[in-house]
């Protein structure tokens, strides 16, 4: 805990609390009876299944498309270019308003004209199966005129290079220039001044079910309903009902289980929007599935920076200044309606946060390019910012000779100056870096590790220590995307019902991706009204069924839909004590709700079953006082307005060996305070699944593209995901300082394993590194990189110790 | 992800197997574990308008030995060689190199033969034959022939397979007193193709070594022996043996590892094996 002072009893600490509480996820059985509702799976009468014929290549003018045996093919019902579908769906531009400058082209759902990446789909093929849609999508000519490719970011805005869309003028989407403080003045007068460049590679989220869309327009209603393994639903109800031309009213998004999504699924995709334009055109249910190759050059792609970096630090260890500047590719389109502006602008905005350091200076550039689009994925922006800094300070406490902990204390914000800011104006509430530290430091026995490291060094085994302080945004309010007018709700809700057994129904806006969002909800509203957790249904991801609300992203299902549950269930047991009060003749005050029974506060003594309640609520009402309703369903919605963001922090540490240039995890180490711990095994499933994605970022995962725009590695053969071989022990452990922006006091916690693992990683392959001169700061640290630092330190002649065999010669 | 429309025939001999290939001639391929082959029918890679399912014929699972060979059938999985007393006993080498072999599902189906018909670069199977100089054992049109491992692999996916023959079992000679084998794989993640991979066997002689036969994989179109660097290691030079390799081998890089990578990877893999190669039998 944070703080020394006891807290005193919460709301949380009520009798039989279910917060705080691993109880098992209420829908676990289902989906290991394989009873999961996903969309992969369904099927409905008259169902079609569309296959896009994509562009092999990554620019071209698209000359005559002949389908004509293709429409001949078996079992064929329809084939539509990207012309035929523009009348049935409009096009869009994913800008905000708020990120003043950024730019983008009209993107319809299908290429009109020209294909911008390979991939992009070109032709729909309508049939009766997948199979034989495969089958006639082989039939499809289509002439090509290839277009020269935009590929190399670095080179993306330079004169020579052709402009992807005229009409913008150049290719740049966006570029945020940031000054706090007197960087220039903290550099000049550092005593030292260290610069790396820093890279990214691009990658994509894997999720284990592709995307997945059943799009059923009913001409008889005029609606639309949409199942999509989605984690907003009702941005997705607007979005339709934008580019189909329906009222909201008329669509209907139902998102029940979805097979992954770590932010993959938040975002527009053209080819689900041709799906639904499909099945309004041909007024029946269409499916689209994703295979996996498609789902390589089709899902978001994310991270793909190259940043040059600079730190000034004082001879004492004193960090006075970060700089850093950024290139970012994007693709040919910012995604829709959230931009791929976000994650350059959680660069500048993160970078330095753990640190406190007033003076920084930020430039990051957003270039179009003819590769898939790039947006927001687990984590976004955070990994990047977080191995930049913590890079930094590591090579500065190298460079000063000073333990890469002891410079960390030294500059970390105190835990005990909150509220306070970060040079780019975060507003930080109550943070916990030094705590968390500490925490860390005895999880990891940090100087036996140490001791262990120089023993095995004098044998020739060479082991790495890093570490990662992080930051990361979670329960955002509005400032994310409202204020930049897209409608995309900040605020969640959730409808609290008891029927007249006494058992409760809860609707909910936040959504379930895999994660226990249900689990979650359910031990919320348990505990808010008293009653056992096996009487709570949660039903969530349906725009017919819930209430409006943003859905799972940025951290913010338990936070957000957690407090919106949390303050319905008490409204309700307000609620069923005044009825229960009316019936007992007692004063509604003296009564509770505990154990499912309503009972005398005072005593704990069982006054009235629930479903005795609920007998007389639902059938005998008339043995109710005159002019007294019982009201045993109750709403509520919460966002958060104190802070447009909880803060969250932590710490990560990574020990590794580093061996014929492949790195072996040996431990991984999480101190994480996402404040109230709602289910602690869900956190730190959240946690090690988070870490795991980070470490996949840092040594395997990377879409590699040749200089034409082609993807080399579309397929799980050789798009390496991290696997559980290579994975180390994770442990996790928690500081706990709630914000008290909410009653629960829950900030999010999918993302910070995502955030600092990588960092963690490149900090401990350099610590094992030291000894040769070779610093690797270009990810994924593969084999051919470490083995080519090595190399290139040891033709520099920067190596002090004689080189172990294993490295090149 | 959906295959082009194939027919099916299940043979259930080798005769009609052949007979069937023969018939059919390109359009056709024999289909046995089908962990290569129904990936590439699902990507479209490979469409042939006949499948022969040879799982049916008789007398290709088993493991036995004949004269002074262990003969392993057409048929016989990974797991099932995995936990053959008489491959642990007679064939060390597999016994050592079948657990890199992708995961425990695809072990499951996944035969031996299939991987040696297949002639994967980067597969382990055709590189223990190799360093084991096993004879590989063909049924064609013109009846029944066997092939020495030297001669069988010829290029990418090339191999003496003509277009009507199949592969009906491996011979591999037995493991004697003297003999040693080693093995050893760089790859990004456990069970992925072998950026580099050697098997080798030698017999011992002395503190030295003879008949030296060291077969990499994923370091050319095909498995491929080191001849420069084992006639080194017969003659007890394990530097000059990594040397050799620079004339031995001409491996092209890919996106998991530079040419540079994969040549300098190969050097400490033959010391590695060098090392297992020299150590005494249990």
Known sequence: MTRDVPSPLTALDRPNSYIGRAVPRPNLARLTEGRGEYVSDLVLPRMVHVVYVRSPHAHARIRAIDAAEAKRAKGVVAVVTGRELAEVCTPWVGVLTHMVGLKSAPQHAMAVDRACWQGEAVVAIVAR?????????????????????????????????????????????????????????????????????????????????????????????????????????????????????????????????????????????????????????????????????????????????????????????????????????????????????????????????????????????????????????????????????????????????????????????????????????????????????????????????????????????????????????????????????????????????????????????????????????????????????????????????????????????????????????????????????????????????????????????????????????????????????????????????????????????????????????????????????????????????????????????????????????????????????EMPDIQVGHIVSPTADSELGAKGAGEAGTAGAPAAVMNAINDALAPFGATLTEMPFTPDRILSALKQARQRGGADVAAPAGTPA | MKPATFAYARAQSVAEAVAALAAHGDEARLIAGGQSLVAMLNMRLSAPRLLIDINAISGLSEIAVEGDGLRIGALVRYTQALRAPLVARHAPLLTRAIPHIAHAAIRNRGTLGGSVAFADPAAEMPACILALGADIAISGPDGARVVAADDFFLGLYETALGPADMLTGLNLPLHGPDRRVGFAEFARRHGDYAMVGLAATATARGAGLGDVRLAYFSMGPCAVRARGAEQALEAGDLDAAVAALEADLDPTGDIHASRDTKMHLAGVLLRRVAGQLSEQPQ
């Open chain 1, 129 to 725: 199966t997948r199979a034989l849609a495969e089958d006639a999508a082989e039939l499809v000519e289509i002439d090509y005129e290839p277009l020269p490719a935009v590929t190399d970011m670095m080179t993306a805005l330079d004169p020579q290079t052709p402009v992807i869309h005229p009409a913008l003028g150049d290719n740049l989407a966006f570029e945020r220039n940031f000054t706090g403080g007197d960087p220039a003045a903290a550099f000049a007068a550092a005593d030292h001044v260290i610069e790396a460049d820093f890279g990214f590679g691009r990658h994509t989220g894997v999720t284990l079910e592709p995307r997945a869309m059943v799009a059923d327009f009913n001409a008889g209603t005029g609606r639309l309903t949409a199942y999509l393994g989605t984690q907003a639903p009702h941005m997705m109800q607007n979005i339709l009902s934008i580019h189909l031309g329906m009222s909201e009213q008329q669509i209907r998004v139902v998102c029940k289980d979805v097979g992954g999504s770590f932010g993959i699924k938040v975002h527009v995709y053209a080819d689900e929007m041709a799906t639904a334009a499909l099945s309004k055109l041909l007024k029946r249910p269409v499916k689209f599935v994703a295979d996996r190759l498609e789902s390589f050059l089709t899902d978001i792609h994310a991270r793909d920076h190259r940043l040059k970096g600079r730190i000034a630090v004082k001879a004492d260890g004193t960090i006075t200044a970060f700089e850093i500047d950024d290139v970012t590719g994007i693709g040919p389109y910012s995604v829709y309606p959230r931009t791929s502006a976000v994650e350059a602008n959680q660069v500048v905005n993160l970078t330095g946060g753990p640190y406190a350091c007033p003076n920084y200076k930020a430039r990051a550039r957003v270039v179009f390019q003819n590769k898939t689009v790039t947006c927001q994925y687990r984590a976004v922006g955070h990994p990047i910012a977080t191995a930049v800094t913590e890079g930094l300070v590591d090579l500065a406490a190298r460079r000063i000779g000073m333990d890469p902990v002891e410079i960390r204390r030294k500059n970390l914000i105190r835990d005990d100056a909150y509220p306070c800011a970060s040079a780019t104006g975060l507003k930080f509430e109550a943070l916990s870096h030094h705590a968390a530290l500490d925490k860390l430091l005895a999880m990891m026995d940090y100087p036996k590790l140490r001791a262990e490291q120089a023993a095995l060094r004098t044998k020739g085994i060479h082991r790495g220590i890093g570490f990662a302080s992080f930051i990361e945004i979670t329960n955002p309010g509005a400032a994310f995307y409202g204020v930049g007018g897209a409608r995309i709700s900040s605020q969640d809700g959730a409808v609290v019902r008891m029927d007249a057994t006494g058992a409760v129904t809860v609707q909910t806006s936040a959504t379930e991706q895999g994660q226990g969002t249900e689990a979650v909800i359910a031990q919320v509203v348990a505990t808010a009204l008293g009653v056992p957790l096996d009487i709570v249904r949660v039903i969530s991801g349906d725009t017919d069924q819930t209430p409006y609300g943003g859905g799972t992203w940025a951290s913010r299902a338990a936070g957000i839909g957690g407090e919106a549950a949390w303050q319905a269930g008490k409204a309700l047991r307000a609620n069923v004590v005044a009825v229960a009060g009316a019936i007992l003749q007692a004063d509604p005050d003296s009564l509770d709700v505990r154990g499912g029974a309503v009972v005398d506060a005072a005593s704990g003594r069982e006054r009235l079953s629930l479903a005795e309640l609920g007998r007389i609520v639902y059938f005998r009402p008339d043995t109710l006082p005159p002019g007294f309703q019982a009201e045993l369903m109750a709403v509520r919605h919460y966002v958060p307005r104190g802070y447009p963001f909880a803060f969250t922090n932590g710490i990560q540490a990574s020990y590794l060996e580093v061996e014929d240039g492949f790195v072996k995890l040996l431990g991984h180490w999480v101190v994480e305070d996402c404040g109230t711990i709602l289910n602690p095994q869900l956190v730190d499933e959240q946690v090690r699944g988070g870490v795991v994605q980070g470490l996949g970022g840092a040594l395997f995962e990377q879409c590699v593209y040749d200089a034409e725009g082609q993807m080399q590695n579309a397929s799980m053969a050789d798009y390496l995901v991290p696997m559980a071989c």
